[in-house]
T-cell receptor, first 113, second 108 residues
Framework: DVKVTQSSRYLVKRTGEKVFLECVQD?????MFWYRQDPGLGLRLIYF???????EKGDIPEGYSVSREKKERFSLILESASTNQTSMYLC????????????FGDGTRLSIL | GEDVEQSLFLSVREGDSSVINCTYT??????LYWYKQEPGAGLQLLTY?????DMKQDQRLTVLLNKKDKHLSLRIADTQTGDSAIYFC????????FGKGTSLLVTP
């Protein structure tokens, strides 16, 4: 079974802090994704990566950056956290072949005070 | 981009069938997916359908695809209280393009 593990289920940080959200997958997937989920807005793609050291902007990359130094790990970085980044963050991974679905972690609920 | 559309809420009685509808945007989508999200959890893949199919059945789940109308539906037979969750349809783009989710409430 595919396992996507997000390092924290709940996280509370302060405005202006640099925040790291970590995601690890154990199935040698090429693709990894970060989404945020907000009530009434559904899931929105922040960044994705299709290979080590490769990254692509999604629909809402502003205020975020990512790092993919190893194939199994994809980090989301909030450079200077703001209250409007309070959200549920979901990581996903998939094989690169076209028909392969994405597998999700359990999410990190991040609160910025 | 354009939105994948779903109704926001559905309430059914235990034992009845549930039908969740979705309208997607890209007629060239090769795969369409249904995900389930239980409270406080991530998204769990329920099923997916390839665009050259018009129906797929998997135990209590039936997926119907109408490519002409870009309409996808998920039918859950004999709905149970454990089926209460948010259901997302998604189409394959460069990532996945999700609908906003349908909250299914199953009452005893």
């Amino acid at each position: 079974d595919v396992k996507v593990t997000q390092s924290s289920r709940y996280l509370v940080k302060r405005t202006g802090e640099k925040v790291f959200l970590e995601c690890v997958q154990d199935m040698d997937h090429e693709n990894m994704f970060w989404y945020r989920q907000d009530p009434g807005l559904g899931l929105r793609l922040i960044y994705f990566s299709y290979d080590v050291k490769m990254k692509e902007k999604g629909d809402i990359p502003e205020g975020y950056s990512v790092s993919r130094e190893k194939k199994e790990r994809f980090s989301l970085i909030l450079e200077s956290a703001s209250t409007n980044q309070t959200s549920m963050y979901l990581c996903a991974s998939s094989l690169i072949r076209d028909n392969q679905p994405q597998h999700f972690g359990d999410g990190t609920r991040l609160s910025i005070l | 981009g354009e939105d994948v559309e779903q109704s926001l809420f559905l309430s059914v009685r235990e034992g009845d069938s549930s039908v969740i509808n979705c309208t997607y945007t890209d007629s060239s989508s090769t795969y369409l997916y249904w995900y389930k999200q239980e409270p406080g959890a991530g998204l769990q893949l329920l099923t997916y359908i390839f665009s050259n199919m018009d129906m797929k059945q998997d135990q209590r789940l039936t997926v119907l695809l109408n490519k002409k109308d870009k309409h996808l539906s998920l039918r859950i037979a004999d709905t149970q209280t454990g089926d209460s969750a948010i259901y997302f349809c998604a189409e394959k783009g460069y990532a996945l393009n999700f609908g906003k989710g349908t909250s299914l409430l199953v009452t005893p």
